[in-house]
């Protein structure tokens, strides 16, 4: 970091500064992912042919995760038991960061989707699903004649 | 042992994630949970060397071709976490198990560690 001893202009010495300490921040508390977008955290991405969903849920039982579109609109629900049940009376809990109880994200996808070309896989904690665009709505090449 | 002596970021490394961890402590030992989302056994990391436990994963993220991300919440690859372990932790009896993307660490205590209940004596 070079801090010139006589800055020329205070606003942008303060603009500066104000970059770093963003860039500062952006490694840490966002970092987690999770804290921040709520649980299951999500990740969205788009093909010409479909949309990729990859939900990440780990210790739930994936038979129990229900999954429904409709609409457009996704909706991944279930529960996640907490791992502090069935503690002794002399057990101390020193850290307690993960989510546990019932939860229920919601996305908005494009309407150009076809609810009966859903498919959605888990392994490792990690739901994806893909529903694939209907026929008529994929970008056609149209020749010139 | 309390929470800042437990946790510490690990320095200098390629940004990851800080995985949520519970800590359970009983008579015998610590139980750790750590969420690890997309992480298989293959790709897991568990190392004690000397009082430092490090947990590292690395996700495995086989994506559609020519995918563009139009929403992202988990913008890295991997997770690591580091511990520092307390002199009553025997890192012998360490034993790790993962399932649909939680890792259960149970590390026991040295024998001499393990509570005792003093008698007191009555005169």
Known sequence: MDVSLFPRDMFAELDRLQRQMQQAFEFSPSIRGFARGGF??????STPQSVEIYAYVPGVDPASIEVSLERGVLTVSG??????????????????ERFAGKFRRVVTLSDDLDPDAVEAHCKDG???????????????????Q | MNESKLTREAPREAPALLPPVDVIEDAEGITLYADLPGVSKERLTVQVEADTLTLSGEM???????MAATHAEVTLPGYRRVFTLSKELDAQKLSAELKNGVLKLRIGKVAHAQPRKVQIKVD
């Open chain 2, 60 to 66: 495995d993220l086989a994506m559609p071709q020519g």
């Open chain 1, 40 to 45: 299951p955290a999500l990740n969205v991405g």
């Open chain 1, 79 to 96: 529960e996640r038991a907490s791992g502090l049940k069935g503690l002794g009376p002399k057990d101390t809990v020193h850290i307690e």
């Open chain 1, 126 to 144: 990690l739901l994806h699903i893909s529903i694939k665009r209907k026929a008529a709505a994929q970008p056609r090449r149209i020749t010139i």
